[in-house]
């Protein structure tokens, strides 16, 4: 086992990975959740914060109850065996993250919201 701490650059550790898995206890907006989903990596995270702004269960992976340690373990078995499953739920990810959380979307979300203000 190896472990990391502080790499100058982790993008390669994204480009490796099969699955994304967050086991937090506690946690805000989850940028590594963000990142994973730019490198299209299926995700198995913790319901912490705002995760299931990110994971939809079933459709980019998976959300599961903190400190049930057994369904966490569970939903990442169900990633590893099935290469077709984790490459969906990748690909998914990768497109709601582009839709929902690109500069381009808070850009629009921005002018909507700067408009409105402006007509009270």
């Known amino acids: 086992m190896t472990i990391v701490r502080n790499p100058d650059r982790i993008d390669g550790y994204y480009i490796d990975a099969d699955i994304y898995f967050l086991s937090s206890i506690f946690?805000?907006?989850?940028n590594s959740i963000m990142e994973a989903l730019n490198y299209s990596l299926p995700v198995v995270t913790t319901d912490v914060g705002d995760a299931s702004y990110l994971v939809k269960?079933?459709?980019n992976g998976s959300?599961?109850?903190?400190?049930?340690?057994?369904?966490?373990a569970e939903k990442l078995l169900e990633l590893?065996?099935?290469?077709d499953k984790r490459i969906s739920y990748g690909i998914k990810g990768h497109?709601?993250?582009?839709?929902?959380?690109?500069?381009k979307k808070y850009q629009e979300e921005y002018l909507k919201f700067t408009k409105g203000l402006i007509k009270q």
């Open 57 to 59: 269960e079933g459709f």
């Open 95 to 103: 497109e709601l993250l582009v839709q929902e959380f690109s500069e």
């Open 27 to 30: 946690e805000g907006m989850p």
């Open 63 to 72: 959300i599961v109850p903190v400190r049930n340690a057994e369904l966490l």
């Open 80 to 83: 590893v065996y099935d290469r």
